[in-house]
């Protein structure tokens, strides 16, 4: 019979769960959305070859990188985060945000790569004979 | 009852137009009980029917042949029977009914049992074929105590008769059959301890693994007027008769409730037991029913 007196209890107690949108306090380590520091990043591209859900995208060309994120495809796993040797990504300590378009929250931000030092152009070999 | 009343009590009151919002409400019932004796908040009122409109909306995978067939066919049977089931209950006193629509009840809400086996094979699923397995072995083992009950109930009141039934005065032999339905129901109704067939954490869905939207829509409706049909029933056998049809249909609400509710707590305090267990449980149960149910039998023969 203490079946029943639990279930009375757990009657009697009220709920420990809640309606969404309301959602408990985030703990210290939550993983939540993630967060991008350009001015960090070196556009090493660690992060997209992490991701194993797609939800990190990172393009690359000699002049410029863009790094983009979508929301919807990522698991919150945070093997992005570990792999950013610089920091640039980090996570929110807080569950996501509710959105109602599809696509809303997504991330995307292009970064030029700095300009390479002009080279120096060779200089001309010094003639070693006579025009004929 | 003419055929014009009785398609109108299959299709309108107490069939398929009471039995859906029913069937929907009864659902949330169990679920936000269920929900209240674990601390949790459990769904919102619609949400049973949210999630039958969700379900209707989601496309199924094309399924070719006569098995495609077969699977698209009995859920519509199971509804179809479920809802004559509904339709048949004495919700409202002198609303009809025919000598021996009792018999005609069992028959229906047998059918739905059935239904569901053959889907389980039809979906060629191993989860499906196990579940519908489980299925075939228990609807063997509780109908026999189910059928009983039913028996002894009725020959004790010398009638077949639905409205009869509710009509007549209890005695102790009828409470004991309700109480023998009453163990059945939660394996008539795929509930525990007697979940086997359905164990998600084992076989997923049972036989309902293969499928998917409208087919599961139905389904899920059917299952929930199975649930009217069956706390019905026992609703109608141990409500008291009374004259006011309003206060008749009021009753017949508040106690289906009740046995919804008896049912989701004796759920709640349960853990599945395996099929053996089960069908050892109901052969035990059998014996002593069976042995009710002939003896109230013989006594009826002997008094007519």
């Known amino acids: 019979m203490n079946i029943l007196r639990l279930l009375l209890n757990n009657f009697l107690g009220g709920s420990i769960t809640t309606r969404f949108p309301n959602r408990p306090p985030a703990d210290k380590g939550f993983r939540g959305l993630v967060r991008y520091d350009p001015q960090i990043c070196t556009g090493c591209g660690v992060c997209a070859y992490r991701c194993s859900s797609r939800g990190i995208s990172f393009r690359s060309s000699r002049t410029a990188y863009t790094w983009a994120y979508d929301p919807g495809q990522c698991t919150y796993c945070g093997r992005c985060v570990d792999g950013c040797e610089a920091h640039a990504i980090t996570q929110e300590a807080a569950p996501p945000p509710l959105y109602y378009k599809r696509d809303e929250l997504n991330l995307a931000h292009t970064t030029q790569r700095p300009l390479p030092p002009p080279k120096k152009k060779p200089e001309a070999a010094p003639a070693t004979g006579e025009a004929k | 009852m003419n055929a014009t009343t009785a398609l109108l009590r299959m299709l309108v009151f107490p069939g398929i137009l009471f039995a859906a919002p ?76 025919f000598p021996g629509d009792l018999v005609l009840l069992l028959s229906l809400l047998e059918l739905p049992s059935m239904f569901i086996i053959a889907a389980g094979f039809s979906s060629r699923s191993l989860w499906g074929e196990l579940g519908s397995s489980r299925e075939a072995i228990l609807s063997v083992s509780y109908n026999v105590v189910f059928l009983m009950a039913i028996i002894g109930i009725a020959a004790s009141q010398h009638t077949f008769s639905l409205q009869a039934l509710a009509q007549s005065q209890g005695s102790p032999l009828r409470w004991l059959g309700v109480l023998a339905i009453l163990i059945c129901l939660p394996a008539k109704l795929h509930m525990n301890p007697f979940s086997v067939t359905n164990a998600e954490q084992e076989i997923y869905a049972g036989p309902m693994t293969e499928y998917t939207g409208h087919e599961l829509a139905l389904w899920e409706l059917a299952h929930g007027m199975e649930w009217v049909a069956a706390t019905g029933l026992v609703a109608t056998l141990i409500a008291p008769p009374l004259a006011n049809p309003w206060m008749a249909g009021a009753l017949f609400v508040v106690l289906s409730v009740a046995v919804v509710l008896v049912l989701t707590i004796v759920a709640a305090a349960t853990a599945r037991l395996t099929i053996d267990d089960s069908v050892r449980f109901f052969w035990r149960c059998a014996l002593a029913f069976a042995v009710l149910g002939v003896s109230s039998v013989l006594l009826m023969r002997i008094k007519l």
């Open chain 2, 22 to 97: 029913a069937a929907w409400f009864f659902l949330w019932i169990e679920r936000k009980a269920m929900a209240a004796l674990q601390q949790r908040i459990g769904p919102p009122f619609m949400q049973p029917f949210f999630d039958f409109v969700k379900l209707m909306g989601k496309q199924v995978p094309p399924r070719e042949g006569l098995g495609g067939f077969l699977m698209k066919l009995w859920p519509v049977l199971a509804v179809a029977a479920s809802a004559g089931a509904v339709g048949l209950l004495p919700v409202i006193p002198r609303s009809g009914g």
